[in-house]
T-cell receptor, first 113, second 115 residues
C-alpha cells in the first residue's frame, strides 16, 4: 500500500463549479500537508500548506485536513479554465522539507469553459 | 531572478551511456533536491543536499550519484543508463524556514529517454 493515495482522475468540470480533490494517507506521523499545482510540462508549485488538522483558506482555495480519518482535501470555488492542471498532495512528518516529503501521484483536473 | 534552472530540457540516451543533469538556483537556498516523476508514481526523491559539500540518499537513489560542490549547483549523474531510468527529472531548492514548512521551488524538468 502506498503511503499516500490520490485518485489520478482525470476530473472534468464546467467553469464555475466547485472542485473537490482528495488524498488519503496511512502514516499518522504526518503533520504538514501541502498541495502543489503542476501545469503541463512545468515543475510543481506550492499552492497551499496546512499544519495538523483544520481548514485554511486562500482566495478561491480551501485546504482541509482530517487527521482522525487520515484524509485531506482541496476545494476550489468558482473554478476557472486557468485552474486546469495536475494537483499533487504532499505531506511530511517534520517541519523542515529536508525531511522526507511524500507526494501523491496527482489528480489531473480540466475546467471546461 | 531565474529561480531554478535545469540543463538540458530533453535528452535521449542509449542503454549503458552516462550523463549528468545540471541544476542551478540563484535564490541562495541551502537545500536542493532531485526527484523523478513517473506516471502513477508521483514525485520520488532520488537524492538531496542540505548544504554545499553534503549529499544524502532519498527514496530511490540506486543508479544515480550526485554532487554539490557549489551552493548554487546540484548535479545528478547516471553512470550507466538503463531503460528504467526513463522519466522526467525535477530539481528543487528550498531555504529552511525554521518553525514552518519551507517551500520547495521546482525547476522546469528534464525529460530523459533511455533506449
Amino acid at each position: 500500500q502506498k503511503e499516500v493515495e490520490q485518485d489520478p482522475g482525470p476530473l472534468s468540470v464546467p467553469e464555475g463549479a466547485i472542485v473537490s480533490l482528495n488524498c488519503t494517507y496511512s502514516n499518522s506521523a504526518f503533520q504538514y500537508f501541502m498541495w502543489y499545482r503542476q501545469y503541463s510540462r512545468k515543475g510543481p508549485e506550492l499552492l497551499m500548506y496546512t499544519y495538523s488538522s483544520g481548514n485554511k483558506e486562500d482566495g478561491r482555495f480551501t485546504a482541509q485536513v482530517d487527521k482522525s480519518s487520515k484524509y485531506i482535501s482541496l476545494f476550489i470555488r468558482d473554478s476557472q479554465p486557468s485552474d486546469s492542471a495536475t494537483y499533487l498532495c504532499a505531506m511530511s512528518e517534520g517541519y523542515s522539507s529536508a525531511s522526507k516529503i511524500i507526494f501523491g501521484s496527482g489528480t489531473r483536473l480540466s475546467i471546461r469553459p | 531572478n531565474a529561480g531554478v534552472t535545469q540543463t538540458p530540457k530533453f535528452r535521449a540516451l542509449k542503454t549503458g551511456q552516462s550523463m549528468t543533469l545540471l541544476c542551478a538556483q540563484d535564490m541562495n537556498h541551502e537545500y536542493m533536491y532531485w526527484y523523478r516523476q513517473d506516471p502513477g508514481m508521483g514525485l520520488r526523491l532520488i537524492h538531496y543536499s542540505v548544504g554545499e559539500g553534503t549529499t544524502a540518499k532519498g527514496e530511490v537513489p540506486d543508479g544515480y550519484n550526485v554532487s554539490r560542490l557549489k551552493k548554487q549547483n546540484f548535479l545528478l549523474g547516471l553512470e550507466s543508463a538503463a531503460p528504467s531510468q526513463t522519466s522526467v527529472y525535477f530539481c528543487a531548492s528550498s531555504y529552511p524556514a525554521g518553525a514552518s514548512t519551507d517551500t520547495q521551488y521546482f525547476g522546469p524538468g528534464t525529460r530523459l529517454t533511455v533506449l
